[in-house]
T-cell receptor, first 112, second 117 residues
Framework: GQQLNQSPQSMFIQEGEDVSMNCTSS?????WLWYKQDPGEGPVLLIA?????ELTSNGRLTAQFGITRKDSFLNISASIPSDVGIYFC????????????FGQGTRLTINP | GAGVSQSPSNKVTEKGKDVELRCDPI?????LYWYRQSLGQGLEFLIY????????KSGLPSDRFSAERTGGSVSTLTIQRTQQEDSAVYLC???????????????FGPGTRLTVL
């Protein structure tokens, strides 16, 4: 099925460093979402983006909806240990407004 | 609890057996979704309910998979004659409304980990 291309697949960083990850698609999306998933849990919504060019922050997290509507990025500033987990981008195409299409995830590991 | 709940949390079954997975959405949420997450992968859409009807079943991988929702609340995902490739985490989500707006935010349950031996 349709999937988003998310990169990087994994990141190993030092506490305090900034993190950046992104997603691209060959299709136009009208909504971009970023989720975080902890082990044994379902994904939790971090940031939602609804307009091309939109830049939204949630604490140390910042995400943008690309102008072309085919990409989005998520930045985490000054990482802390609780940021460890798997981050997923997700989106809705115009045609499939209800279902979400997910990226493959970025696994973030923080070295103390 | 106020969140989406799923049961069982873990299910181990033998190849060829049928399994039922249950989802209790957040009270008042009209839309309910089932996704499948294979090891190390993103989530794959299976089916979506608006009330008790399923306008989009496009993600169900085969006719061995079916789902129903009763009373606009609880949903059951049934997998018949399970195969080893069915092993995955099955996640349920619910939202207040559907249509792509803010009210359509999907809240996920913890999932059911299915292992088919």
């Amino acid at each position: 099925g349709q999937q988003l291309n998310q990169s990087p697949q994994s990141m190993f960083i030092q506490e305090g460093e900034d993190v950046s990850m992104n997603c691209t698609s060959s299709s136009i999306f009208n909504t971009w979402l970023w989720y975080k998933q902890d082990p044994g849990e379902g994904p939790v919504l971090l940031i939602a983006l609804y307009k091309a060019g939109e830049l939204t922050s949630n604490g140390r997290l910042t995400a943008q909806f690309g102008i072309t509507r085919k990409d989005s990025f998520l930045n985490i500033s000054a990482s802390i240990p609780s940021d460890v987990g798997i981050y997923f981008c997700a989106g809705r195409t115009i045609q499939g407004a209800q279902k979400l299409v997910f990226g493959q995830g970025t696994r973030l590991t923080i070295n103390p | 609890g106020a969140g989406v709940s799923q049961s069982p949390s873990n299910k181990v079954t033998e190849k060829g057996k049928d399994v039922e997975l249950r989802c209790d959405p957040i009270s008042g949420h009209t839309a309910l979704y089932w996704y499948r997450q294979s090891l190390g992968q993103g989530l794959e859409f299976l089916i979506y309910f608006q009330g008790n009807s399923a306008p989009d079943k496009s993600g169900l991988p085969s006719d061995r998979f079916s789902a129903e929702r009763t009373g606009g609340s609880v949903s059951t995902l049934t997998i018949q004659r399970t195969q080893q490739e069915d092993s995955a985490v099955y996640l349920c989500a619910s939202s207040l409304a559907s249509g792509g707006a803010v009210a359509d935010t999907q809240y996920f349950g913890p999932g059911t980990r299915l292992t088919v031996l």
